[in-house]
């Protein structure tokens, strides 16, 4: 069990550019979520997966954001023409869920998104 | 639509201080109650969690309560110290994922 792995740690790019993020969740966790974080914010949520379907997209996921799980294993996360309200810090989480009241979330150490 | 709110939004103690952070959440259809820390610049660590139908979970120095019909939760730690400055964040979960508070920053002074 190495815990939840997230790729790059950091991301500086220019406004309309591409990027894409990586997580790998804790080994047969089938669960995976999205998170982002502002400073001085609690993280918001994003998107989830349950295996290789995404049961649910928040209405902070606009168009220009995408996320697949392909084969039920690692996710990703990409923001196409980003902005500079895209900067954040980007959070993976996965999950075990095996009762609806036990779920505990374990978190990734997440990416730091800069938009110049 | 859940909302987490956590007061104070900041505190600060002298070292061996016993303290409690509050949090509150308006929907108590939840399924559980989440206690996290969070270090400048990294991610999450789970803390505790408190299943609906419990009342309050322990974990070494911290104890999490659950008053599900006032809709309120507090994490009390013992003895601080140093080491336990740091952001704590309170999540409910029901029908929908994780709703975080802003969070309470913690910095216990030596």
Known sequence: DTGVSQDPRHK???????????C??????????????????????LTYFQNEAQLEKSRLLSDRFSAERPKGSFSTLEIQRTEQGDSAMYLCASSSRQGATNEKLFFGSGTQLSVL | KQEVTQIPAALSVPEGENLVLNCSFT????YNLQWFRQDPGKGLTSLLLIQSSQREQTSGRLNASL???????????????????????CAATGNTPLVFGKGTRLSVIA
């Open chain 1, 12 to 22: 500086i790019t220019k406004r309309g550019q591409n990027v894409t993020f990586r």
């Open chain 2, 27 to 30: 929907d108590s259809a939840i």
């Open chain 2, 67 to 89: 008053d599900k019909s006032s809709g309120r939760s507090t994490l009390y730690i013992a003895a601080s110290q140093p080491g336990d400055s740091a952001t704590y964040l």
């Open chain 1, 24 to 45: 790998d969740p804790i080994s047969e966790h089938n669960r995976l979520y999205w998170y982002r974080q502002t400073l001085g914010q609690g993280p918001e949520f």
